[in-house]
């Protein structure tokens, strides 16, 4: 999910990545959401919070932990591109308090394909 630093929903988005471990899915979506609002002109210059309920995976992102070795390049990817989009966060909020993105990565793990839908 990708929201601004208001709260607002800008974007919801599930993709299929098979079958993994939860913090290499999450990963993923951090990739993913940052391609999104690159490729996204409306969203340049705007304040961008990428929503995660996995803290482990914020807190590589965001370089508090590197985690795991097998990662290091995903992670690197996506400091890369977060740095070129200027004003994009990743940060961690628990599945009680994000039933959206809980329900996202749940189609996710079970439908094949991918969903995109853009707020107004």
Request: net charge negative; proline share 1%.
């Amino acid at each position: 999910m990708l929201r601004d630093l208001n709260g607002k929903v800008m974007c919801l988005f599930s993709n299929f990545v098979g079958i993994t471990d939860s913090n290499t899915a999450e990963l993923w979506a951090f990739k993913k959401a940052v391609q999104l609002c690159i490729a996204n002109p409306e969203l340049w210059g705007r304040d961008i919070a990428v929503v995660s309920d996995s803290k482990v995976a914020v807190s590589w992102v965001n370089d508090e932990d590197f985690g795991n070795i097998g990662h290091i390049n995903s992670i690197y990817d996506i400091r890369s591109s977060m740095s070129y989009f200027g004003s994009l966060e990743v940060v961690y909020d628990s599945r009680a308090f994000n039933s959206f993105a809980d329900s996202l990565a749940k189609m996710g793990s079970s439908i094949v394909g991918d969903f995109v839908e853009w707020g107004d």
